[in-house]
T-cell receptor
Framework: KAGVTQTPRYLIKTRGQQVTLSCSPISGHRSVSWYQQTPGQGLQFLFEYFSETQRNKGNFPGRFSGRQFSNSRSEMNVSTLELGDSALYLC????????????FGPGTRLTVL | QKEVEQNSGPLSVPEGAIASLNCTYSDRGSQSFFWYRQYSGKSPELIMFIYSNGDKEDGRFTAQLNKASQYVSLLIRDSQPSDSATYLCAGKDDKIIFGKGTRLHILP
């Protein structure tokens, strides 16, 4: 079974731009969570989607948003990029909402210049 | 502010010895606790989770939970060089909160 895939793997943007990241969960997994990982703040929860609905949200500004499609694939969007948004963005999937065994994708490395 | 605290390390342990990783958490509402391993340049992978006070063993790994002390630990027996990685502790109530990780270095 294929693992969680994320595209693109690397991205360079400039301040003020917006970016969209994509995540395809493991086949049969219906819940997708997004995380931001930085050296200073560590791994931080952004949001979780299940059945095309955001079920949970971390403490990030409204510039960070996401959505989930009927095939469970998910996208996250960051608008008006700031230098501090440079990070590794990880997506993880679980079979069901709230399940504890989550599998992480390889991540998207975003650099904001 | 809900927090999970870990010593950043590095923790150096000789090969074959027991590595002990510790974590404290502030949210008494946390119900489940997790240990993830993250190799440099890779994404985290789940080692094990624990819900109940006491020990939970899986192969060379033992997780220990003490809810009264708000303390979680991970023991790695017979440490191998391949165990060298950053270990992330996490607690979950409605949301999962990760510690910043402990770097473990197994000395051959």
């Amino acid at each position: 079974k294929a693992g969680v895939t994320q595209t693109p793997r690397y991205l360079i943007k400039t301040r003020g731009q917006q970016v969209t990241l994509s995540c395809s969960p493991i086949s049969g997994h219906r819940s997708v969570s997004w995380y931001q990982q930085t050296p200073g703040q560590g791994l931080q929860f952004l949001f979780e989607y299940f059945s095309e609905t955001q079920r949970n949200k971390g403490n990030f500004p409204g510039r960070f948003s996401g959505r989930q499609f009927s095939n469970s694939r998910s996208e996250m969007n960051v608008s008006t990029l700031e230098l501090g948004d440079s990070a590794l963005y990880l997506c993880a999937s679980t079979q069901e909402y709230g399940a504890d065994t989550q599998y992480f994708g390889p991540g998207t490395r975003l650099t904001v210049l | 502010q809900k927090e999970v605290e870990q010593n950043s390390g590095p923790l150096s342990v000789p090969e074959g010895a027991i590595a002990s990783l510790n974590c404290t958490y502030s949210d008494r509402g946390s119900q489940s606790f997790f240990w993830y391993r993250q190799y440099s340049g890779k994404s985290p992978e789940l080692i094990m989770f624990i819900y109940s006070n006491g020990d939970k063993e899986d192969g060379r790994f033992t997780a220990q939970l003490n809810k009264a002390s708000q303390y979680v630990s991970l023991l790695i027996r017979d440490s191998q060089p391949s165990d060298s990685a950053t270990y992330l502790c996490a607690g979950k109530d409605d949301k999962i909160i990760f510690g910043k990780g402990t770097r473990l270095h197994i000395l051959p």
